[in-house]
């Protein structure tokens, strides 16, 4: 029986973003989770959706017009390079525009009660996204402009965005790096892709105090993680009170992961998003929208996103 709590917003459109062989960020890791679900049976315990487009006017709540026309223009002209390890092919934009479209129907679900949790599960990823440049496999930054409809469009006054892919999600801190409304804390390998998200970097003007950036080193552990979370995420979710918590949800910080040199194992992704309910259940209703940013290891992406969402459907 599906279980109405935890909704997946899933778009056939993620398998047809085609970035060429041999890049990383493939179509395949995409195949894998429905065929990884699917043999766990998890598939049928979740609710499914499929997200509509966004429309252009919510990408323009954190993206350029240029930009978006430019991502356009190269989609519908048959693809090309954004920059050096983003690229594009037809379906792109609509690609793109359908991973958005599921962050904004994730938060009408969860903000209207719908659902409790819900886990995008899309490409194109959004993290290192800027306002006019696509970056690190990103077009347009999902969780940013999920993050911005729920505070425009539902009136929420906190949002606290956890970034736990094993890069710094550079894009979204970016985006609300002035801005007291949105949170943004983030655990990633340092030094890694893309070299930003130094402790020092807290935050500017109105915003200042309410980014956290956690580096870690390569080799770290899951019991390092833990602690993290114990004495730094969840004392910082805490204080801000957030009406909403969003997760960035990489995978590549798994020990199999070949971009990187992080040694979680599939359990730790379920540790991490049991902590982080269990901090939603006490400040925000238990609301968690979660959103697939990396993971390049197509077993490791898989067993990680099994945990995760077993957490959400309150197994162990
Ligand atoms: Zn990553």
Redesign the pocket.
């Known amino acids: 029986m599906p279980n109405p709590a935890t909704q997946i917003f899933y778009h056939p459109l993620s398998l047809e973003h085609d970035t060429g062989s041999g890049h990383p960020e493939r179509a395949e890791r995409v195949q894998a989770l429905l065929s990884h679900l699917m043999l766990t049976k998890l598939n049928e315990r979740l609710t499914w959706k499929t997200p509509n487009a966004a429309s252009v006017e919510w990408i323009e709540s954190n993206h350029g017009k240029d930009y978006i026309e430019l991502v356009e223009m190269v989609s519908s002209s048959g693809g090309g390079l954004l920059d050096a390890d983003t690229v594009l092919s037809s379906d792109s934009f609509e690609a793109a525009l359908a991973a958005a479209g599921a962050c904004i129907q994730a938060v009408d679900a969860v903000v209207g009660k719908d659902a409790n949790q819900a886990f995008c599960m899309n490409r194109p ?1 959004g ?2 996204a800027r306002k006019s440049t696509a970056m ?2 990103c077009l347009f930054n999902n969780i940013a402009i999920g993050a911005r409809y729920a505070l425009k469009r539902h009136g929420l006054e906190r949002v606290f965005i956890f970034d736990w ?3 710094h999600g550079n894009g979204t801190q970016e985006s609300f790096d002035d801005d007291s409304s949105v949170y943004f804390c983030s655990i ?1 390998e340092s030094p890694l ?1 893309p070299g930003t998200g130094a402790a020092g970097e807290a935050g500017k003007g109105a915003g200042e105090g309410y980014t956290l950036n956690l580096p870690v080193s390569r080799g770290a552990l899951g019991t390092d993680y833990e602690a993290l979370l114990d004495e730094k995420v969840l004392p910082a979710m805490r204080a801000f009170q957030p009406d909403l918590i969003m997760i960035s949800a ?1 995978f ?2 798994h020990r199999r992961d070949p ?2 040199g992080i040694q979680l194992e599939d359990e730790d992704f379920g540790m991490l998003t049991h902590r982080v309910l269990d901090a939603a259940s006490e400040l925000c209703d238990g609301r968690v929208v979660s959103v697939l ?4 290891d197509l077993e490791g992406l898989a067993g990680g996103v099994e945990q995760h969402l077993r957490a959400f459907l309150g197994d162990g």
């Open positions: 990823p993290h290192h690190g496999f892919d094993v890069h990633h892709y990489g590549d910080a971009l990187a940013e990396g993971g390049y």
